[in-house]
């Protein structure tokens, strides 16, 4: 093994979207030769540190000179600094070069100041800057040549990589497709199953050609907008987006941008300042009123910034409305009978994904490969236009440029089975929900979908049961109705009726 290689391990992030994603070697790339021109294109590291492969050919290697810590691989030296506070760093990098070079790494600093938050912190470039107040005109780089490790070569080749040759280009079989507009119907007859591009409803907004990331700095400076795990700001979050170089950019990801902004939403609200577009049709969503589950969001970020491959919560469909800037869509369907995309891996029950830990790296070492992959499509949603997500669909979004978008799941009536039975099958997997409802959304959701349209509800538990049927055994099949039959049904109550229980539904 090449010195600096990474191990295969599974480390949990953080993530704004609800699915999960973990480190994945980079041992493994698929590089085409436009690829290789995009990873010549990079600088040159401002410690002049070089890839592991590099240490081969060279005469000296200083990472020798590390003592102890020299026998450790790379990525298990970075995994035991994560464990070490800021002094420790500090102390233990004034040792020698190559440690140096190990306790500068920017993601340390990033877990540090996010751990401990200041509020009156002052953005300084980097992480490690801001956590230790370093004034930037104190800021050095000492040189650590002859150090050859992966570890920490890779973070800043795939920070300052070039992104826009992989997002160039796209093959038309690929390419989603791009629509004026639709009515309901269409959507439903047609796209309710297809990633698709809208360019016209989101230019109705009021809120479309006024909303801006400066627009929001300048009226909402002092408001506090939640941007993964930190609650910043408005304008320290903007000192950060207008001056970082994360490999992995910290991405705004707002659910009650809303109520923080008194904005008010629907096309029948009086001053709204925007709606859902009409042709996605009623939210069935709607029936849980004050315990529906989280589902809209404001999302900004910097360029390069967005997230790697996920599925949206609760088997939920999605769309996506940019109102400034651009952004790369790579989206693939997902069933029982199809992989995953390249490059990600998924447990068992599905509800963990193991894909390469920035955007940057999976296109680095993916792209080509799923690009290549039967069901791949790609898409560039610009301002004033709009992005539909299918349920369950896989999606890997990249900021072109600065971008502030508008986001919203929702529970179209063609997918009314599909969310009742990730309610009741998948029950851990679950998001969004108030606490004291989570364990029990499938059983609200049927007894208020009871109450609103029986009809509708009965055809979509009896479509449940016909997917249903397809993955059940013959004894399953034999045995239900007596088992049914001998447990029978129960009713589930929220006290909506007070103490009257002769409301409270029956589930089959």
Excluded at 151 to 164: M, S
Excluded at 409 to 430: E, H, S, T
Excluded at 468 to 481: A, V
Aim: proline share 7%; hydrophobic share 35%; charged share 25%.
């Amino acid at each position: 093994m090449a010195p600096g290689t990474l191990l295969d391990h599974d480390t949990p992030t953080a993530e704004p979207q609800p699915s999960k994603k973990v480190k994945l070697s980079a041992v493994t790339s698929i590089l085409t030769e436009d690829s290789e021109e995009v990873a010549a294109a990079v600088p040159r590291h401002p410690l002049d540190i070089k890839p592991a492969g590099n240490a081969y050919t060279a005469s000296e290697d200083i990472k020798s000179r590390c003592g102890a810590f020299a026998r450790l691989p790379d990525e298990l030296l970075n995994h035991l600094l994560e464990s070490f506070d800021g002094d420790c760093l500090i102390r233990l990098g004034s040792t020698c070069r190559a440690l140096y070079a190990f306790t500068r790494l920017d993601e340390l600093w990033r877990a540090l100041f996010i751990a401990s938050p200041r509020a009156d912190f002052e953005w300084r470039g980097t992480w490690r800057a801001t956590y230790l107040r370093t004034p930037r005109e104190n800021v050095t780089s000492i040189s650590c040549k002859n150090l050859f490790s992966d570890v920490l070569y890779r973070p800043f080749q795939c920070a300052n990589t070039p992104l826009e040759p992989f997002t160039s280009k796209i093959p038309a079989q690929n390419a989603i497709c791009r629509l004026s507009n639709l009515t309901y119907e269409e959507y439903s007859d047609q796209w309710t199953n297809k990633p698709f591009i809208l360019t016209s409803p989101i230019k109705e907004w009021p809120i479309y050609g006024k909303w801006s990331a400066k627009y929001i700095l300048e009226k909402y400076p002092d408001v506090k907008f939640r941007a993964e795990a930190v609650d910043w700001p408005m304008r320290k979050y903007m000192d950060y987006l207008l001056d970082s170089h994360d490999e992995s950019p910290l991405y705004l990801f707002d659910r009650a941008f809303a109520s923080k902004t008194g904005i008010t939403i629907g096309r029948d609200v009086p001053n709204a300042s925007y709606w859902p577009p009409p042709c996605f049709g009623e939210d069935l969503f709607d029936v849980l009123g004050e315990h529906r589950p989280d589902h809209r969001w404001m999302i900004m970020g910097s360029k390069r910034s967005g997230s790697t491959f996920h599925k949206d919560p609760n088997a939920t469909c999605a769309w996506n409305a940019v109102l400034t800037g651009s952004k790369y869509w790579l989206m693939f369907p997902s069933s029982a009978s199809l992989p995953p995309p390249p490059g990600v891996i998924l447990s068992a029950d599905q509800s963990e994904i193991t894909a390469p830990l920035s955007i940057a790296e999976y296109l680095l070492t993916f792209h080509a490969l799923a690009r290549q992959t039967p069901g791949c499509y790609e898409g560039i949603c610009n301002a004033g236009e709009v992005l539909h997500v299918p349920s369950g669909w896989f999606h890997l979004v990249l900021n072109l440029e600065d971008s502030l978008a508008l986001t919203q799941n929702f529970v179209p009536r063609n997918k009314l089975a599909d969310v009742l039975g990730f309610l009741r099958d998948q029950r851990d997997q679950v998001s969004g929900f108030k606490d004291e409802v989570a364990d029990q959304a499938f059983e609200l959701f049927v007894e208020k979908l009871r109450e609103r349209d029986p009809v509708m509800l009965e055809e979509g538990l009896a479509e449940l049961e016909r997917k249903g049927k397809k993955g059940r055994g013959k004894w399953e099949e034999l045995t239900k109705g007596a088992e049914e039959e001998e447990s029978g049904g129960f009713s589930f109550g929220f006290g909506f009726g007070g103490d009257d229980d002769d409301d409270d539904a029956d589930i089959p």
